[in-house]
C-alpha cells in the first residue's frame, strides 16, 4: 500500500503526476505531441501504480491557441482508464489558471500574461470544467500572481470561485511565506473551507522560500513540489559531484537516484507531494517507488549534507505584487 498524504479533504498517495510534459514542453518533449495514445498511456499507467493526483493547468498547450490541450489529454485518460467507477472517484485532477499566453511566442511558454481579475478568472474556471467535461474541478490552483495587481484583491477574487460553484477546492502556487500568511487570514485553513495546497517549486537544486513549507505544516496544507527532481532538462544534474550522496543512496537501497530523490521529498516534508512529470510509463513507475524507500536519519543527513547551493528564483517570479496598505 502507498504512503498516503492529505490533501484538503482528499487522501491521496504522496506523489502525483505532473503532465504538462505531455503536451510537449519544454520543446525537448515536443516528440510526444505526434504519440498521443503514448501520452494517455502514461497518465493510466500512473492510475494503474496508484497515483491519484493529477496535475495539469490551462495553458499547458503546444502553441498559444491551443490554451487547454492538456486539461483534454488528461481528462480524456481518465475516462478511458479501464479503473472502476471508485477508483476514478477518488482521482484528483488539479488544473490551475490565471496565467495568459499570447501568439508572440518569446519562450517555449509564449509571452506569458498574469490575469486575476473576477471576470477572467469566472471565464477560466468554466473553460476548464467544460473542456475536462466536469461538473465541479476538484482541486484549482492559482497559477501565478498579477504583478500591479494588489495581492489581496487577487486572492478574494481566487476565493470567490468556491462561491461560484464550480470549484470545490482552492490552492495557489508560486507564493511567498508572507503571501501565504496573507491568503490563510483572508481565505482560511484547510479546516475552515480555505486553503488546501501550495504547490511551488522544490528540489535538490531548488529550495526558495523554505518558510513556505513551514507554514504548511503549521496549517494542515498540502505542499505540490513542482520540478522535484530539479526540472524537466536539469534532472540529469543530480549525478554531478554535488549529488553524488544520492547516487550512494540509490546503491544502497537498490533504486534509483530519482527514487531516492521522491523519498527525500517525503523525509523533509510531512506536508509534500512530490508532482514529477514524465512522458515515458518507465519514468513515473520508477518515481513512485520512491515511496517505499526508508530513509534513516543518517541516510538523511548525508543527503541534507550533500546538496548544492541553492538556485536563485526563477526572474519570472520575482517581480512581485504591492500589498495593500
Known amino acids: 500500500m502507498l504512503t498516503t498524504r492529505t490533501l484538503g479533504p ?32 502514461v497518465v493510466q499507467a500512473a492510475l494503474d501504480a496508484g497515483v491519484r493526483l493529477i496535475d495539469t493547468a490551462d495553458i499547458y498547450a503546444p502553441t498559444w491557441n491551443t490554451i487547454g490541450h492538456n486539461e483534454v489529454l488528461v481528462s480524456e485518460a481518465l475516462r478511458t482508464w479501464n479503473g472502476t467507477a471508485e477508483q476514478k472517484s477518488e482521482v484528483v485532477i488539479a488544473t490551475k489558471g490565471g496565467s495568459t499566453r499570447t501568439p508572440l511566442e518569446g519562450d517555449w511558454f509564449g509571452v506569458r500574461g498574469r490575469d486575476a481579475s473576477e471576470t477572467y478568472l469566472y471565464r477560466a474556471v468554466e473553460a476548464s470544467a467544460a473542456r475536462m467535461q466536469f461538473s465541479t474541478i476538484k482541486l484549482w490552483q492559482h ?16 476565493m470567490k470561485l468556491k462561491a461560484h460553484g464550480i470549484v470545490e477546492n482552492i490552492g495557489v502556487s508560486n507564493y511567498n511565506a508572507e503571501q501565504l500568511r496573507r491568503a490563510i487570514k483572508i481565505g482560511g485553513t484547510p479546516a475552515q473551507g480555505g486553503l488546501v495546497s501550495v504547490q511551488n517549486e522544490w528540489s535538490p537544486r531548488s529550495r526558495n522560500n523554505a518558510e513556505v513549507r513551514d507554514i504548511c505544516a503549521e ?5 505540490l513540489p513542482w520540478s522535484p527532481l530539479g526540472g524537466i532538462d536539469n534532472s540529469d544534474n543530480l ?8 547516487e550512494e543512496q540509490a546503491k544502497k537501497h537498490g533504486v534509483s537516484r530519482y527514487a531516492i530523490t521522491i523519498a527525500w521529498h517525503l523525509a523533509t516534508s510531512a506536508q509534500s507531494i ?13 518515481n513512485v517507488t520512491g515511496l517505499s524507500v526508508k530513509l534513516s536519519a543518517d541516510d538523511l543527513a548525508m543527503l541534507n549534507d550533500s546538496l548544492p547551493p541553492n538556485l536563485p528564483l526563477d526572474e519570472l517570479l520575482v517581480p512581485q505584487p504591492p500589498f495593500r496598505a
Open 10 to 41: 482528499f487522501t491521496v498517495p504522496a506523489i502525483g503526476l505532473g503532465c504538462m510534459p505531455l503536451s510537449g514542453m519544454p520543446p525537448s518533449k515536443a516528440w510526444i505531441l505526434n504519440e498521443r495514445d503514448k501520452a494517455i498511456g
Open 143 to 158: 497559477h501565478r500572481l498579477n504583478h500591479f495587481m494588489p495581492f489581496e484583491e487577487q486572492f478574494e477574487n481566487v
Open 239 to 246: 549525478t554531478n559531484a554535488h549529488f553524488a550522496a544520492f
Open 274 to 286: 512530490p508532482i514529477p512529470g514524465a512522458t515515458r510509463k518507465e519514468s513515473i513507475l520508477d
Open 219 to 223: 496549517y494542515g496544507i498540502a505542499f
